[in-house]
């Protein structure tokens, strides 16, 4: 009953943002759509279709053949309908994320509830927080109003997430070749899903051949779409090589702008390597529990890549409250919080300031993005460190004494 | 990643929560304390700093200024008063374009209009007029403007007909040298900010006003603009020269500008004063503290307003307005301040003549043109004391920060007071849902136990959205009613005001709240009026730190005490920084006389004027406080009165 009043609700949002004379003009700011998901761009490559000219030959378009043969579509036929896409598509991720935690839930009360120890509980409110926190978080809700194609970018990733957790491996590596299509990114995902696809007593050289097959299949696609291969350029090498360093929340930009010339490619690949190198050690670390490494990933991956948007960080916020039983564990609830709250409210001000108003520089706008990858680093820490902390009181009982002192339990 | 228990490390944190529970109720006043006493002391001449010149491009007063044809500035104003008397009720728009036209400039009309919104709505027409001096020595990419606003005899401001005379004779001046590589606009505006305002918008393609303001579209245009200068000129004899600066919500142009126009004037030997207050001969002594501290306090109540105005204009109606027009510039990036000549009997001292002025001008006018990039050095966030002191953004956000972080303290302390029960998590959530404006909500009552606190942010927040949505149209439908506009806003407001005094009954009756449920609403209402207070130091610090000053003592304080008498008390001191009631006061402060009829038709005055700032103008004050301090206070107001 609850979860079609939420639907409407975010739809009801992000029509009346879209209507919004001044969350248009937050709109215009990177904070919402960076150069691979900016609508304006992809506007640009359709015209540039329809003028019978590669979108790619230029430095403006890079999103996905693909999607942008189906932006264009849109475009061409039924312009008129592009903003309700963007809602539709925001409400479906919605509807899954919710699914998702519907299982998740299930699975973890199950073995207390079949045991005896837990009387069959009324129906978790946590599938709900979860929808309500991705429909009404403005992050999502303004970056939907703005366009960013990264509102679709995140529906084969809640995808991933409901198959991982419902174990339908197939739909799950499909969906993730998919999202790795889109945005590359992704990839660091099959890590924690191979280990989870062997745990689960299927071949994990099958699996990785499904996910490659199916990626390769959706590159062919394009290059048989476009008659060439420069999109790879312009849509994975202008990710890897981050040409472009107009400001957004990610760790690039500013570094990179001060950067001499000569040491640009070996701190790109040391800035890029963050998003790939933590896959494999939280896969070997946490074994039995892919969707919290999967979740921790995506985490990483939104802090590390080169162009995030906060439209990204929607996602792992939206899948947060999953995490409630470590709760008790966690220390840094308080701080990560106010970091969080700070930020949302910090960015667009010092966005206006730096831009608008010209009173500000990029130091002011910079030390907020150090804030709010700081609290996602934080966020992660914290939770992996609360697992932790949880399997050690499951095994030991959650008295903490040594020789008869209270203890505490550090990392090492 | 491994786990090791270590003995050393036992409850090292709880020991640090149990001593910061213990020593913040004292530690926090005392930090607010120092805080207010370190501002204050700011004022004092040693712990300021002088302004200098950071950008060296401006080379100021490095030329003899020569503009010397005092006659013919003189038969320039008879010719316009002349003008002015024969068509009280038009602006002489033909008189002005002939004189520029004579001079071989570019000149172009400028229509706008303005649709009312409050009331029955009406619409305004307005028309400017400017001439552009193409720069002999460069394409036009680059421009400064030298601006006046005409006012019609009988306007409630003094006549600025020596401005405008003045804008003809430097033209006339200007046109005959060789050096310039700027552009120079001369713009003769009407309706005081409107029409600047309605100006730049059409200037830079940028629509203001929610569609209210028709900006049209200009004829001509010159190059990207610099810097401006608007002039006010109020007779012919000059006692001083006041250099206004703060613009639309609090935002100050370049310190450089700011220095360089002082600079100027006292080469010229024009006495030059900052918020109508020219510096105390021994800034050392006691009574020169006290002197600049008054002036440091003018600065920041006019800055506070947030409107374009100096001395904020809007309250103080027996003396004349002080419409600052440069006000309007700052929002599109560019340095403005409006320089305001006035012969004042009080002020000791020789007086000057028109033509000293327009050598001042002249050599603003020669500096600006140096400049080879966009004003980017020196400061935008300061403070002024004195003519030449000023105190920079890293000099008054240290005591700012002291008198702020006892708030932050609190919810820090509310939040360790918390009993570690295992919803922590839920508590995290829906900590976060009420910070990101209630947005993010939906998550509280975990368990059918658990205290509610969600409704209680929400429904206050909910409150101030709908109060500032309906203000235009209740407006509307009062004026059907007979209802003068400036009533029913106050109407409106004051209904909300009092209405809502009676959430807590109505939100307790919903389901009470517990002593944790108190502690999490508390926590919560501290760290959104934190965000608030250091949000808004960033844009305004005047507003800030009145603010702050006002509301952390009320903030620590607010919690539900069981004695009948101390909760009255809390009340009181509650309702006395209550946002109304705080708007009153500053309308009462700037009122010349005490008599309540007064004051409250003042106040009518003031909010409607507010509401059309923030309709029209996008001054923000008002949106701020029915969004968002409103709310908070509301939420302050169950805690004292949930049982």
């Known amino acids: 009953m609850m979860e079609p009043l939420l639907l409407i609700g975010g739809a009801f949002v992000r029509l009346y943002l879209m209507h919004n004379d001044f969350f248009k003009n937050l709109c215009d700011g990177t904070i919402f759509s960076t150069p691979v998901s900016s609508w304006k761009r992809v506007t640009e490559g359709s015209y540039l279709m329809g003028q019978d000219i590669s979108p790619y030959e230029g430095d403006m378009v890079h999103e996905p053949p693909l999607t942008l043969l189906l932006y264009n579509l849109l475009l061409q036929n039924f312009a008129g309908i592009v903003p309700a896409f963007f809602i539709l598509v925001d409400l479906l991720t919605a509807h899954i994320l919710k699914r998702t935690a519907d299982k998740f839930v299930q699975k973890q009360e199950r073995p207390a509830v079949r045991s005896g120890a837990a009387p069959p509980s009324s129906p978790s409110p946590v599938p709900l927080i979860v929808a309500a926190v991705y429909l009404f978080n403005p992050c999502t809700a303004v970056s939907c109003a703005a366009l960013s194609t990264a509102g679709l970018h995140q529906l084969p990733l809640a995808l991933v997430f409901y198959a991982a957790v419902t174990e339908r491996w197939w739909v799950c590596l499909c969906s993730l070749s998919v999202s790795c299509y889109l945005d590359l990114y992704p990839v660091v995902l099959l890590a924690p899903l191979l280990a989870a696809v062997g745990a689960a007593g299927r071949s994990r050289l099958l699996a990785a051949l499904l996910a490659a097959g199916c990626w390769a299949g959706l590159l062919l696609l394009s290059a048989h779409a476009l008659g060439d291969w420069s999109f790879l350029r312009s849509t994975y090498g202008f990710i890897l090589w981050t040409w472009d360093l107009s400001p957004n929340v990610g760790l690039f930009w500013y570094f990179f702008t001060e950067m001499f010339q000569h040491f640009e490619s070996l701190f790109i690949a040391t800035f890029q390597i963050n998003a790939f190198i933590y896959a494999v050690p939280l896969t070997l670390r946490f074994r039995g529990q892919p969707v919290l490494v999967m979740f921790a990933l995506l985490v990483l991956m939104v802090t590390f890549k080169s162009y995030p948007s906060v439209a990204e960080a929607g996602l792992y916020l939206a899948l947060l409250p999953l995490w409630r039983p470590l709760a008790p564990h966690a220390r840094y609830g308080f701080v990560v919080t106010c970091f969080y709250a700070s930020v949302m409210v910090l960015a667009p001000v010092m966005w206006t300031l730096w831009i608008h108003a010209g009173s500000a520089n990029a130091n002011f706008f910079f030390a907020v993005t150090l804030a709010y990858n700081a609290a996602q680093i934080f966020l992660v820490t914290d939770l992996l460190f609360a697992q932790l902390k949880r399997d050690h009181v499951l095994t030991h009982g959650s008295a903490k004494e040594v020789e008869g002192k209270p203890a505490k339990l550090v990392l090492c | ?643």
Not at chain 2, 14 to 43: H, Q, R, T
């Open chain 2, 1 to 643: 990643m491994g786990l090791l228990t270590s003995p050393t490390a036992g409850g090292s944190s709880k020991k640090f929560a149990n001593i910061l529970i213990k020593w913040e109720p004292v530690v926090s006043p005392l930090l607010y304390i120092a805080g207010i006493i370190w501002f204050l002391a700011l004022a004092y001449h040693p712990y300021n700093a002088g302004t200098y010149f950071s950008e060296n491009a401006l080379l100021p007063g490095l030329v003899t200024n020569e503009f010397s044809d005092g006659s013919e500035l003189a038969r320039l104003l008879k010719a316009l008063e002349a003008e002015a008397a024969d068509h009280p009720d038009t602006v002489p728009h033909p008189w002005i374009r002939a004189q520029f036209r004579q001079l071989g400039l570019q000149v172009y009309p400028h229509n706008f209009t303005l649709r009312y919104p409050l009331g029955n709505g009406s619409v305004f027409h307005g028309e400017n007029t400017y001439a552009v001096l193409r720069a002999p020595r460069s394409g036009s990419t680059e421009a400064l403007v030298l601006s006046a606003p005409y006012r019609r005899p009988g306007a409630p401001h003094p006549p600025n007909h020596a401005a405008v005379a003045m804008l003809v004779a430097l033209a006339k001046y200007f046109r005959r040298q060789v050096y310039w590589a700027k552009d120079i606009v001369f713009l003769v505006t009407e309706h005081e900010q409107l029409g600047v305002a309605a100006w730049l918008s059409a200037y830079h393609q940028q629509p203001v006003g929610h569609g209210l303001l028709d900006a049209g579209d200009l004829p001509g245009r010159a190059g990207s603009i610099q810097a401006a200068i608007n002039l006010e000129v109020e007779s012919a004899t000059v006692s001083h020269v006041d250099v206004l600066v703060e613009g639309l919500n609090g935002q100050l142009p370049n310190l450089d500008l700011v220095k360089m126009a002082h600079w100027i004037c006292h080469q010229e030997h024009i006495q030059h004063t900052t918020q109508g207050r020219a510096d105390h001969p021994r800034p050392h002594s006691e009574a020169g503290y006290r002197h600049s501290l008054q002036t440091l306090l003018h600065m920041m109540a006019s800055q506070a307003a947030g409107t374009p105005t100096g001395n904020h204009g809007h309250y103080l109606r027996s003396v004349a307005p002080v419409e600052g027009n440069h006000g309007h510039y700052l929002r599109y990036g560019i340095q403005a301040v409006t320089l305001r000549a006035l012969d004042d009997r009080s002020m000791p001292g020789p007086r000057s003549g028109l033509s000293h002025l327009a050598r001042v001008l002249e050599g603003m006018f020669r500096s600006l043109n140096n400049l080879l990039e966009r004003f980017h050095q020196s400061f935008f966030f300061y403070l002024m004391p004195a003519t030449g002191r000023y105190i920079s953004i890293g000099l008054y956000m240290p005591p700012f920060a002291l008198v702020a972080i006892g708030i932050v303290l609190r919810a820090l302390t509310c939040w360790l007071r918390l009993p570690d029960t295992d919803d922590s998590e839920g508590r995290q959530q829906e900590a976060e849902g009420a910070e990101s404006d209630g947005k993010k909500g939906g998550n509280a009552c975990d368990r059918p136990s658990e205290p509610c606190v969600l409704p209680c942010v929400l429904a206050p927040h909910a409150l101030g959205a709908v109060t500032l949505a309906g203000l235009v149209p209740l407006t509307q439908l009062l004026a059907a009613a007979g209802w003068p506009t400036e009533r029913a806003v106050f109407a409106g407001l004051l209904t909300v005001s009092v209405g809502s005094l009676l959430l807590p009954a109505i939100t307790s009756r919903r389901s009470a709240l517990s002593e944790s449920g108190r502690l999490l609403l508390r926590c919560v209402t501290l760290i959104e009026l934190g965000l608030l207070v250091f949000t808004a130091a960033l844009f305004n610090i005047s507003l800030a730190l009145i603010v702050t000053t006002l509301y952390t003592p009320v903030a620590l304080s607010a919690r539900y005490y069981s004695s009948a008498p101390a909760r009255l008390l809390a009340s009181l001191c509650l309702l006395l920084v209550h946002p109304f009631t705080l708007q009153l006061a500053a309308v009462a402060l700037g009122a010349p006389a005490l008599a309540w009829r007064a004051v409250l038709a003042a106040d009518q005055r003031a909010l409607a004027v507010a509401l059309v700032d923030s309709l029209v103008y996008g001054a923000r004050l008002l949106d701020v406080a029915c969004t968002v301090l409103l709310p908070l206070w509301l939420q302050m107001w169950t805690l004292v009165h949930c049982g």
